[in-house]
């Protein structure tokens, strides 16, 4: 078995979050945003970087409200979130020019959510040649930038 060494998730798997704490980690970012991941809070919904993207500029679209069930999301709510999955796309591809887009949503920890509790939109820019044989054969995904200039980027494409 290959091993990559990621050190920086360690915080990530040992923090407060983790599935036992009965904490939210998105509820907690909309709570303590220090400015450097959500691009655009709304009342209803709102939108934030992936903090393990699968590519540059992957984006989650979120109800503010805290649940975890497709079938609670009321009709303004999944307005909101549907006006901001909008919104992404449209600031990915002026800034990005990305060749095309998997959006999608994982219900379910058996389904592949990594935090059931709190649903959210997968908004992820494709590119031809993003799985290169690092991601094929190494079973390894490389991002050639980091999620602080992902933001900058992206954050002046989600001003009103």
Same mark, same amino acid.
């Given at each position: 078995?290959?091993?990559? /060494?990621?050190? /920086?998730?360690?915080?990530?798997?040992?923090?407060?979050?983790?599935?036992?704490? =009965?904490?939210?980690?998105?509820?907690?970012? $909309?709570?303590?945003?220090?400015?450097?991941? @959500?691009?655009?809070?709304?009342?209803?919904?709102?939108?934030?970087?992936?903090?393990?993207?699968?590519?540059? =500029?992957?984006?989650? $679209?979120?109800?503010?409200?805290?649940?975890?069930?497709?079938?609670?999301? &009321?009709?303004?709510?999944?307005?909101?979130? &549907? !006006?901001?999955?909008?919104?992404?796309?449209? !600031?990915?591809?002026?800034?990005?020019?990305? *060749?095309?887009?998997?959006?999608?949503?994982?219900?379910?920890? @058996? !389904?592949?959510?990594? @935090?059931?509790? *709190?649903?959210? /939109? *997968?908004? $992820?820019?494709? /590119?031809?040649?993003?799985?290169?044989?690092? &991601?094929? @054969?190494?079973?390894?995904? $490389?991002?050639?930038?980091?999620?602080?200039? &992902?933001? !900058?980027?992206?954050?002046?494409?989600?001003?009103?």
């Amino acid at each position: 078995m290959e091993r990559l /060494w990621s050190p /920086w998730r360690m915080e990530y798997v040992s923090s407060v979050h983790g599935p036992e704490s =009965g904490r939210c980690v998105f509820c907690d970012l $909309v709570d303590g945003d220090d400015g450097t991941r @959500i691009l655009a809070l709304e009342d209803l919904a709102f939108v934030t970087l992936a903090e393990y993207p699968y590519n540059p =500029g992957h984006l989650l $679209v979120l109800p503010r409200r805290h649940t975890g069930e497709f079938e609670d999301v &009321t009709a303004e709510e999944h307005a909101a979130m &549907t !006006a901001l999955v909008q919104r992404s796309l449209a !600031a990915l591809r002026e800034e990005m020019a990305p *060749h095309g887009f998997n959006l999608g949503m994982n219900l379910g920890r @058996i !389904a592949g959510a990594g @935090i059931p509790e *709190h649903l959210h /939109w *997968h908004v $992820v820019p494709r /590119w031809n040649g993003d799985s290169n044989a690092m &991601t094929v @054969i190494g079973e390894t995904r $490389v991002l050639p930038e980091l999620l602080e200039q &992902t933001f !900058a980027r992206l954050r002046p494409r989600f001003d009103p």
